[in-house]
């Protein structure tokens, strides 16, 4: 996709004044390459919606561009939980909640995500939660990935970020952990007999998976 025809599709994407706000404040901030693009976010809102979901979690906020958009196309009494282990990138993202008026929608817990998982399972049991989405340490994707298979209902999505990883996957450079991990995790879903999947060349790469 050139320039031209990317400047054209944004200009075609709906996003509200709050997720824009926030995307321009996250470009000045360090990592501002980890939050996902305007697309992204209509498409990950579109989801919620078709899903009818009510509740979501999300493993790895950094500033909040994707629970935000998630958490306004939740009904007025859904529930978002988010997952992060740094507090710092959070901050902004509790501040945009607010301003997105949806804080009341959003659970935020600090630490581990896998230990955050684990936590849910216990809390609201297995099959309790209608989508989620995987944007975080992408070494550990995998372990996020069949601990939302046991969190999401049957018929419930996950979607998992950067699948594509700069193009990485489809060569990883030696000793690239992070790509070499992504490139198995791939193989894997293409694979599993749980699923239904389709990966899409949005952003940096989306998998859909949705559970048999």
């Known amino acids: 996709m050139t320039p031209r025809v990317y400047g054209y599709m944004l200009e075609h994407t709906r996003e509200p004044e709050v997720l824009r706000q926030l995307r321009e404040e996250t470009a000045e901030v360090h990592g501002s390459h980890m939050q996902i693009t305007p697309e992204q976010g209509a498409l990950l809102g579109l989801l919620v919606e078709l ?3 009510r509740r979501v ?3 790895g906020v950094f500033t909040g561009y994707s629970s ?14 988010a997952l992060d282990r740094d507090e710092r990138p959070v ?14 929608r959003v659970e935020l817990r600090v630490g581990p995500a896998a230990e955050s998982l684990k936590d849910l399972l216990a809390r ?16 550990a994707y995998d372990t996020y990935y069949e601990l939302l ?4 209902r049957p018929g419930g999505l996950i979607a998992i970020d950067n699948v594509l990883f700069y193009g990485k996957v489809a060569d990883p450079p030696p000793g690239d952990k992070a790509a070499l991990a992504l490139r198995d995790l ?3 879903l293409l694979a599993d007999p749980r699923i239904s999947i389709s990966m899409v060349p949005i952003g940096d790469g989306m998998t859909l998976c949705r559970r048999r």
């Open 51 to 53: 899903m009818g979901a």
């Open 186 to 188: 791939n193989a894997k």
């Open 124 to 139: 609201d049991g297995p099959g309790s939660y209608d989508m989620a989405f995987i944007d975080a340490d992408k070494r």
């Open 149 to 152: 298979l046991q969190l999401v």
């Open 57 to 59: 979690v999300e493993v």
């Open 91 to 104: 901050a902004m993202a509790q501040r945009y909640w607010g301003l997105a008026g949806i804080a009341e």
């Open 68 to 81: 935000t958009a998630m958490a306004l196309a939740l009904p007025a009494d859904g529930k978002l939980v």
